[in-house]
């Protein structure tokens, strides 16, 4: 489809975007803007972690100290509430995975009736505001006795999940030629082999960036957790959310930092799959 | 469809009925889950909301069904400041992701030079960050005796002149966009992918300027894909807790943060159940395009 | 104690309290159940040789029993302690509902001797808790009275704590002596007083409470059952505290929790606030906040309160329970309380305490008022966030 362009007048108030030089100079102070906005919040937990002593109006601490991180470090709630956190994403990934991939390929492949409705009723989650949801939650979770369990928790953190996973691996099954799994099924696969044969290999861009976001909220979830998980399951941003009304800034800072670092590294790790083409597959050229 | 060569091509209506069999039974684990652990939930809130508690003066309680509940959060001056605030939060904050989110993906897509490819590195940093940490971040950057204060008055700014961040509207929506930009960048980008090299091609062979086409080919082009960010941006940030929490106002408050205040510390789970629900038609606008959305682009 | 956690415990209670309004009640040990003596009860024989003790709380109250009461009570009486804790007071309901059961069954003997949990449960209706005098506990005689009415007699207040008045004596030479004193101080310093948002801490609650005192009648609260139309006076009480908040931190900034107000008063934010006698003790003790602090209660004083420990009503060992709370209430005991890790205020009266124990809470050891909380607490909560939060 041409657009259509209109005449052209002499001066423009946009005659700056085409010139190459200062569309250069732009693009450089919004770079350096966005890594300021982006990073230098960072930066200041980082250095409020090893402030030994940081009053206003200095604006870097007088005093450096590793006296906060090995109070953090020697704290055995610490090393479990972390162990916690990266040990249930995974299960919670997975579980969301083995059930939200089928229903994403039910979704994109087969007659589901009232697929629309269905859908849209999996959208729920995110449209009904979580906490009111989590203290429902707690209630039933009383009268069923899922209160302060592990599994109470897996549960509740794929409330989270469970969207992303649907809604992503349907795009991108749908998004995955039909042809290629019917050619397979021709040739004599049965529909089991066919799926993990054909489809699965080409969907795995987009079910590794649903697995990633998956997994990214439940480090995340701290409100849910806060209501069902304790006393006995206590993860990191819980910690962190008591902390932070506790008054020792620098060890909410040291808490914080231990809690980015792991997800930081998998950044490093998941750098190749966050290229917009992955994510266009996986979001099925949205 | 593909041309079917072998015997199955007979069996094809029972195919379909196996198909829709199977369809049910792939679906029916998630949909079990969520029918207990939303549902359920969702259910029990509306029915919550119609319940009204009276109190008399000695401190009785009676219950009885009504719509009083909504009539307050109507009326009273806190609910329904409250109920503005949650609104006029989420459509900033959408608003302010959406452009500079749209810029980064620009830059993406057309963009060579190392600016660009930068901008590629450091914008999904935020999603690695859980919301805790980033508000507090926020918090130690931006309050008065903070970070940013502290270099603007090393520069001369004199003290008690920066602005109400933390603890304002301000803080709130700018903490949401740190937090949102990733994923709004992210579908942009992808958005902007199929738009083809050589519509723009043809697009300058005509004499157009960046800006032209911009206006008129890129961003009506990438409006059904981009809309559709925007309005889950918007779910998440409307129904927000912990960010409004750590950030906003005394008051008004978000009605996240007001839901569990009227929860836990004044007792009136009747009332907290009904923002719950306000928050949800709010939502329930939004969520309906989504999936109106995506529909469309199925029929494609 | 249950302000240190401000939003989880109201959530639990609140969740119990609506589930019991939805009609089901969670099963009795549906939370964690902790073990229970297993023996069986020793039959009430002239002297008790055993004596089981619930308690909840933070780590310090557990430390407070097994580490220091319990070993000198076992050396000084013979008398075995079996220790039952909840860590942070979850699963009170469940303890409550387990004692009711067995009331409820007619059984004569019951499992649990003494309890240590939430004030409320002492003086609910289902009747539970022995009413003791000073016949059975001598000590009780060095309590004060009024801490001993707000439970009807039905459990013993052993510890306390109060909210005091923080400041850095640096920069304030002369703390306010009065409310009002106080009042005048912040309008003449503006930006240097903040009291936290009282939905988050009870530091916070304790300011808004002095002002309704000020403005409503202190004995209606303590000594007559809820009554709405008590909060009629409040409007003036709320106006005031509206009128103030431009003098206050950053025109108005509330802080959320205790520990907000000690934050602000840490980096020299603030030059005073409101805070809790042993959160801000404990701080000093550990350094977190620097020696120039200084604690000091007003006149009248803010609001406190004491953590109780009931005999139940049909107890297997009471006399044993009996002992041990006497034992409690021992000024060596108490010491203890004062001026360990848990900076408490003692239960019996400040002037039976030693002199050491007295230093610690120099300025503060004075009594302090009482407020009832329930259905007040919750209205004073919401309408300051009406009237008063901008």
């Not at chain 2, 809130?45 to 959060?73: E, H, I, K, P």
Request: charged residues 15%; positive net charge.
């Amino acid at each position: 489809m041409a657009a259509q362009v209109p005449a052209l007048p002499a001066i423009r108030l946009t005659w700056w975007i085409d010139d190459a030089r200062i569309r250069r100079m732009l693009l450089r102070l919004f770079a350096a803007a966005l890594a300021v906005f982006i990073g230098i919040p960072l930066l200041t937990l980082v250095l409020w972690s090893f402030a030994g002593e940081w009053f206003w109006p200095n604006l870097i601490p007088t005093q450096w100290s590793l006296r906060w991180w090995q109070e953090v470090l020697e704290n055995p709630r610490v090393t479990n509430a972390m162990f916690l956190s990266f040990t249930i994403a995974p299960v919670v990934t997975l579980l969301t995975a083995l059930v939200a991939i089928p229903a994403g390929y039910a979704f994109a492949r087969l007659d589901v009736p009232f697929r629309r409705t269905l859908l849209l009723l999996f959208l729920i989650p995110n449209a009904f505001p979580r906490i009111g949801l989590y203290v429902s939650l707690a209630v039933l979770y009383y009268q069923i006795g899922l209160i302060d369990t592990y599994w109470g928790i897996v549960f509740l953190h794929m409330i989270g999940t469970m969207v992303y996973m649907t809604w992503i691996t349907t795009a991108t099954f749908r998004s995955i030629d039909p042809h290629l799994e019917e050619a397979a099924r021709d040739a004599g696969a049965s529909p089991l082999r066919a799926f993990f044969s054909v489809v699965l290999p080409l969907a795995m861009p987009g079910i590794i960036v649903a697995s990633l976001f998956s997994f990214l909220a439940s480090v995340d979830e701290a409100q849910g957790t806060l209501i069902v998980g304790t006393p006995h399951y206590i993860t990191m941003p819980v910690l962190l959310y008591t902390l932070i009304s506790s008054f020792q800034r620098p060890v909410a800072a040291v808490f914080s930092v231990l809690l980015a670092l792991p997800s930081l590294l998998l950044l490093i790790v998941a750098q190749r799959y966050l290229h917009s083409e992955y994510v266009a597959a996986g979001l099925g050229r949205v | 469809m593909a041309v079917v060569t072998s015997a199955r091509a007979v069996g094809r209506p029972r195919r379909r009925d196996r198909s829709r069999v199977a369809g049910v039974l792939l679906v029916l684990p998630s949909l079990l889950y969520l029918t207990v652990f939303v549902f359920i939930p969702v259910i029990k809130a509306f029915a919550t909301s119609f319940t009204v508690r009276d109190r008399d003066d000695a401190g009785n309680y009676t219950y009885r069904v009504g719509l009083d509940n909504y009539n307050q959060l109507i009326a009273s001056d806190t609910l329904r400041s409250n109920v503005i605030f949650t609104v006029f939060i989420a459509v900033a904050s959408v608003a302010i992701v959406f452009v500079i989110a749209y810029v980064i993906a620009l830059a993406l897509r057309f963009g060579r030079g190392p600016s660009a490819r930068f901008l590629g590195r450091i914008y999904i940093v935020p999603l690695f960050i859980p919301s805790v940490i980033a508000s507090y971040a926020m918090i130690t950057f931006l309050a008065n005796h903070g970070f940013v204060d502290g270099i603007l008055q090393a520069i001369g700014l004199p003290d008690g002149a920066f602005p109400k961040i933390v603890f304002d509207w301000k803080g709130i929506v700018i903490t949401q966009v740190w937090l949102s930009l990733p994923f709004m960048t992210v579908l942009l980008s992808s958005v902007l992918l199929e738009i083809s090299d050589s519509l723009i091609e043809s697009a300058r062979d005509v004499g157009a300027s960046s800006w032209q086409i911009f206006r008129h080919i890129v961003l009506p082009l990438s409006a059904p894909g981009a809309l559709i960010g925007v309005t889950f941006i918007f779910l998440g940030v409307i129904g927000g807790f912990t960010v409004p929490y750590l950030l906003g106002p005394n008051a008004p408050q978000m009605l996240g943060v007001s839901m569990v205040y009227y929860m836990t510390n004044y007792f009136e789970p009747y009332i907290a159940s009904t923002q719950a629900v306000a928050i949800f038609l709010l939502s329930l606008v939004a969520a309906v395009y989504y999936v109106r959305q995506q529909f469309k682009r199925e029929i494609r | 104690m249950k302000r240190w956690l401000r939003p989880i415990t109201p959530i639990i209670a609140a969740l119990f309290i609506v589930t019991a309004c939805g009609g089901s009640t969670p099963s009795a040990g549906g939370s964690a159940a902790p073990s229970a003596a297993g023996s069986a009860a020793t039959s009430a024989a002239p002297e008790d040789k055993e004596l089981v003790f619930y308690s909840g709380g933070d780590t310090n109250v557990q430390d407070l029993h097994t580490k220091q009461i319990i070993p000198a009570f076992e050396k000084a009486t013979g008398i075995k302690v079996t220790f039952t804790f909840l860590e942070h007071g979850t699963g009170a309901q469940g303890i409550y509902d387990r004692i009711k059961a067995q009331k409820d069954t007619g059984k004569a003997q019951w499992d649990i001797d003494l309890w240590e949990s939430d004030t409320g449960y002492y003086t609910r209706p289902d009747d539970l808790f022995l009413q003791v005098g000073a016949s059975d506990i001598p000590n009780l005689a060095k309590v004060p009275k009024p801490t001993l009415d707000f439970v009807q007699n039905k459990a013993i207040p052993y510890r306390g704590s109060s909210v005091v008045l923080a400041y850095n004596s640096d920069k304030v030479t002369n703390p306010p002596q009065t409310y009002d004193d106080l009042l005048a101080w912040i309008k003449a310093n503006p930006g240097k007083f903040a009291y936290n948002e009282p939905s988050t801490g009870g530091s916070g609650d304790a300011f808004v409470i002095s002002m309704i005192y000020k403005y409503s009648d202190y004995q209606k609260y303590v000594t007559q059952p809820f009554s709405a139309a008590n909060e009629k006076d409040w409007d003036a009480a709320f106006a005031a505290l509206k009128a103030l908040a431009p003098s206050l931190y950053s025109k108005g900034v509330y802080p959320k929790g205790n520990a907000g107000t000690l934050d602000l008063l840490n980096r020299g934010e603030i030059w005073m606030g409101s805070v809790w006698s042993d959160q801000s003790t404990q701080a000093l003790a550990a350094g977190q906040l620097p020696k120039s602090v200084k604690i000091t209660q007003i006149n009248p004083a803010f609001n406190g309160g004491a953590a109780y420990i009931g005999i139940t009503k049909n107890a297997t060992h009471k006399q044993a329970a009996m002992k041990y709370l006497n034992f409690l209430l021992e000024p060596a005991q108490q010491s203890l309380i004062v001026t360990g890790a848990m900076s408490g205020y003692p239960g019996i009266d400040w002037q039976y305490m030693p002199s050491d124990a007295r230093t610690r809470f120099s300025g503060a050891d004075k009594e302090y008022r009482l407020w009832p909380g329930g259905t007040y607490g919750q209205d004073m909560q919401r309408l300051w966030h009406e009237k008063v939060a901008q």
